[in-house]
């Protein structure tokens, strides 16, 4: 393999501005070995392991010039071509039999070429006739079935969500307090009892409603390590209709179909 | 004739259902029917519907029938409901053949094969709801286990999981086939003063 024709067309089309899409074509190191292999015509069961890995790391090179993240998993791979390059270096040990002494290079080659199988299969994938690209189904938006889909299907908040919304029911609540009453404190037991027996007389009740009236500080924490334990126990499910909208607990033991007889709709967006 | 009316009860019944319709479903419909018959019945509508030069196909996707338009007249639909339609990207597409062709499968099995973080990718999936969760493995931190759904199935035109083509036959259409050679890699026949240069 003339060495000096491969490093120099390897990266020849690479400096265009169109680099960095160019970059973002590989899915993963294994992607841009293959591509290094194909590029120099390489035989993929013999790779020479010393070039390949110059080529590797030049490219990592280029990468952080242009100051782009590396990837952890092209770290790996860059270490491991170092060490397989290593290995070959070493001289093979002669007291084995030699069919027994496998190759450094075995290992990667037979992650290659796997891996070249998923990728020729996604290339198949993607060439079969896709449902709403190259064929089409009809679509069914009766007026009877507009009705049922025209509130939004509730989604599973976002524990962050959760917390934002925390966080504005206790900067609701007043911090001057004066002096330190023994706090009567009501357990978080006490208090999952108490969203409970609410939420079964009304199955659905919303985040910000369990902070209304004369809330402590001690009263809003327990409440919300309360509905996370709920949460925790499967007995209630935490839904949003909207993006930023009320959060609303359900209970989720099974009789009838909470959502969708008593949720949102009955109590308005917040 | 009870042949030719059943065909056309059944086409009757597809056209209006929104999703394919299996066999099992329209036997269950069509309980005065022999479940051969309605087989038959369908077989031929499929014939039909491919010899005739009609912009409609009755597909067999997803374990049952169900009405599409042509392949070849894809351009002038798009242009009609604008939409550009679905598209994937090389990381979605690898991740679905890997679980497609190796399910069930953990995310680290798809990640060891692709040798990149697979977690973002599997989400987008669950939720388009190409894939699904089977369960959960049994081994130490019990991890997730996945495989595709039957709406991957729609949207890939596949009649069932069975109907992709073997990696075997991927790989006769492109070379070189990696396993048939695998364990006499022509290693040692190298000089490692070849290698290294």
Known sequence: MPLESMQSNLFSDALEDAYRVHIEEFEGPLDLLLHLIKKNELDIYNIPIAAITRQYLEYMELLKELNLDIAGEFLVMAATLLQIKSRMLLPATNDEEDAEVEDPRAELVRRLLEYQRYRDASYLLSSRYLLGRDVFARKFDSPEFADLVQKEEPVDVELFELIEAFRRVLARVSIDTFHDVVADGISIADRISEVLSILHVTRTVSFESLFCGRMTRDLVVVTFLSILELCKLKLIRITQVESLGAIWLTSSSPEGDGLEDHGPEDHGPD | ?197
């Not at chain 2, 038959?40 to 509508?45: F, G, K, S």
């Not at chain 2, 030069?53 to 042509?70: F, K």
């Not at chain 2, 759904?149 to 083509?165: M, N, T, Y």
């Open chain 2, 1 to 197: 004739m009870p042949g030719k009316s059943l065909k056309s009860i059944v086409e009757s019944l597809i056209f209006v259902h929104d999703q394919p319709l299996s066999l099992d479903r329209l036997a269950l419909i069509l309980e005065e029917h022999e479940r051969a018959e309605i087989r038959q019945a369908l077989e031929e509508l499929v014939e039909e519907y491919s010899a005739a030069s009609r912009g409609i196909i009755l597909a067999q996707v997803a374990g049952g029938y169900q009405l599409r338009s042509r392949p070849e007249h894809a351009d002038y639909i798009r242009r009609l409901t604008k939409s550009k339609g679905v598209k994937f990207s090389q990381s979605a597409l690898e991740t679905l053949a890997i679980i497609a062709y190796r399910q069930p499968v953990t995310r680290a099995e798809v990640e060891y094969l692709r040798g990149v973080d697979s977690g973002g990718v599997l989400k987008t999936l669950l939720e388009k709801k190409l894939l699904r969760i089977l369960g959960k493995k049994d081994v130490p931190g019990k991890p997730l286990i996945y495989g595709t759904s039957r709406e991957f199935l729609e949207l890939f035109s596949l009649k069932d999981i069975g109907s992709l083509p073997t990696l075997k036959e991927i790989h006769e259409l492109a070379p070189p086939d990696p396993f048939a050679d695998q364990p006499e890699l022509p290693l040692d026949s190298v000089e490692p003063e070849d290698m290294l240069r």
